[in-house]
C-alpha cells in the first residue's frame, strides 16, 4: 500500500543517463508485483516533457498510467492578488497595484514560458521584495523599488527559452494573458467547436469544477475588497498603532526564534555529550574485554603448557623404572626402588 510520488518524473526520459531506462524498468516491474500492487504511483512534471516521457521512454508506460490530471496554470491576476494578499495578511503596506503586478509577472511568464511557476513564481517575488524591504529597514512597507529590484533579478536569473521549446506553450499563454475580450473569444470559438458534443457524466463533473473555482475566486475577491475597505476606513492614528503591533509582533516572533535557536543548540549540544560519553565508554568496555580475552587465552596457554611438562616428565618415570638389566622389575621401597631379585 501507499503512495509513491516522483516529482519531474520526466528527468527518467534522459538517454543520456546510465540508469533511467533501468530506473524505468524496474518501476514498471514492481508496480506489476503482488508486493505493490495495491500501491499508488503518482508521476509528476511539467506537461510538455511528461508526454515526451510517455512517449519515447517505454512502451509500458502507457499502459500502467492510464488517468492524467493536468493542472492550469495561474494567471498574471491570479498572481497577483495572490501577492497582495499575502503581503497584507502579513502586515505590509504594498505600494504597487495589481496592474504593475500583472504586466511584470507577464514578462516573467514570456520570458521562458517553459519555467513559469505559478504560485511559486508570485511566492517566489513576495519573498524577494520582502528581504530587500528588510535591507532597508523599513519592515512595514513593499515600495516599488523592492518590487522592481525583485523583478529584475528574477527576469536576469531566469534562462531564455530555447527555439522550438515555446510554441505550444505560447498558444496557451496567448489565452491566459491575454484581456478578457480575447479570452472571451477564445471560449465563443471553442463552444462553437464543441456545438454538436452530447453531454456527458465528464461535463457535469467539468460544470461542477468550474462552478466551484468561480464561487471560490468570487469569494478571495470579496475578502480582497473587505480587507481594502477596513484599511481605508483606519484613521492615521490607528494604522500607526498596527505598525507599531505589527512591528512589535516580528521583534516577539524574533525574540521566540531566537530562543528556540538557544535551546536547539543547548539540547545539541547535550546530546553530542550524551553520544561521546557513551561512545568511550563503549570503546573502553571492548578494550576491557579484549584484555579479559587475551589473559583468559594466556591463562589457557600456560595450564597446556604445565600439563604437557607433567605428562612428559611422568613419561620418564616410567621409563626409567622398567625392568633391570637381569630381566627383573623394580619394587618401590622408601627412598627409592630395588629390584625385586634383591
Same mark, same amino acid.
Given at each position: ?5 516522483i516529482?519531474?518524473?520526466y ?9 533511467a ?5 524496474t ?9 505493490? @500492487?495495491?500501491?499508488?504511483v ?19 508506460i ?9 493542472f ?5 491576476s ?7 494578499s ?14 504593475y503586478?500583472?504586466?511584470r ?19 517566489a ?21 523592492d ?11 531566469r534562462?531564455?527559452a530555447?527555439?522550438?521549446d ?12 491575454a484581456t478578457d ?14 456545438s ?5 457524466a ?10 466551484k473555482?468561480?464561487?471560490?475566486k468570487?469569494?478571495e ?8 475597505k477596513f484599511?481605508?476606513?483606519m ?12 512591528k512589535?509582533?516580528?521583534?516577539a516572533?524574533k ?9 536547539r ?21 571492548a578494550?576491557?574485554?579484549r ?5 583468559k @587465552? ?15 616428565a611422568a613419561?620418564?618415570?616410567v621409563?626409567?623404572i622398567g ?19 634383591g
Amino acid at each position: 500500500g501507499g503512495v509513491f510520488f516522483i516529482d519531474e518524473a520526466y528527468e527518467l526520459a534522459d538517454v543520456s543517463g546510465t540508469y533511467a531506462k533501468e530506473a524505468v524498468g524496474t518501476l514498471l516491474t514492481q508496480m506489476s508485483s503482488e508486493e505493490h @500492487k495495491r500501491t499508488v504511483v503518482v508521476l509528476a512534471g511539467y506537461p510538455d516533457e511528461m508526454k515526451f516521457f510517455m512517449e519515447n521512454t517505454n512502451d509500458g508506460i502507457n499502459r500502467r498510467f492510464k488517468k492524467i490530471i493536468e493542472f492550469q496554470d495561474w494567471t498574471t491576476s491570479d498572481c497577483a492578488k495572490f501577492l497582495i494578499s499575502k503581503a497584507k495578511s502579513n502586515g505590509y503596506n504594498v505600494g504597487v497595484d495589481s496592474g504593475y503586478l500583472e504586466k511584470r509577472f507577464a514578462q516573467l511568464h514570456d520570458k521562458n514560458p517553459g519555467k513559469w511557476g505559478n504560485a511559486s513564481d508570485a511566492d517566489a517575488v513576495f519573498i524577494g521584495a520582502q528581504q530587500v524591504s528588510l535591507s532597508r529597514r523599513d519592515g512595514d512597507n513593499l515600495s516599488f523599488d523592492d518590487f522592481e529590484k525583485t523583478f529584475q533579478e528574477k527576469m536576469k536569473l531566469r534562462p531564455p527559452a530555447r527555439a522550438g521549446d515555446t510554441k505550444a506553450l505560447s498558444m496557451h499563454a496567448n489565452v491566459r494573458f491575454a484581456t478578457d475580450d480575447q479570452k472571451e473569444s477564445v471560449r465563443e470559438r471553442q463552444r462553437s467547436r464543441h456545438s454538436n458534443h452530447q453531454p456527458s457524466a465528464a461535463d457535469g463533473k467539468h460544470a461542477d469544477n468550474d462552478r466551484k473555482r468561480a464561487k471560490n475566486k468570487k469569494k478571495e475577491e470579496e475578502k480582497l475588497r473587505a480587507d481594502q475597505k477596513f484599511i481605508e476606513k483606519m484613521t492615521e492614528e490607528e494604522k500607526l498603532k498596527l505598525k507599531k503591533e505589527h512591528k512589535a509582533k516580528l521583534e516577539a516572533d524574533k525574540s521566540k526564534e531566537e530562543a528556540k535557536e538557544k535551546e536547539r543548540k543547548r539540547l545539541q549540544a547535550m546530546i553530542d555529550s550524551i553520544q561521546a560519553k557513551l561512545l568511550q565508554e563503549a570503546l573502553e568496555e571492548a578494550e576491557r574485554k579484549r584484555i579479559e580475552a587475551e589473559m583468559k @587465552k594466556l591463562q589457557e596457554e600456560a595450564e597446556a603448557a604445565e600439563k604437557a611438562r607433567k605428562l612428559a616428565a611422568a613419561y620418564k618415570v616410567v621409563q626409567f623404572i622398567g625392568q633391570c638389566e637381569a630381566g627383573f622389575g623394580y619394587t618401590k621401597v622408601p627412598g627409592g626402588w630395588r629390584c625385586n631379585a634383591g
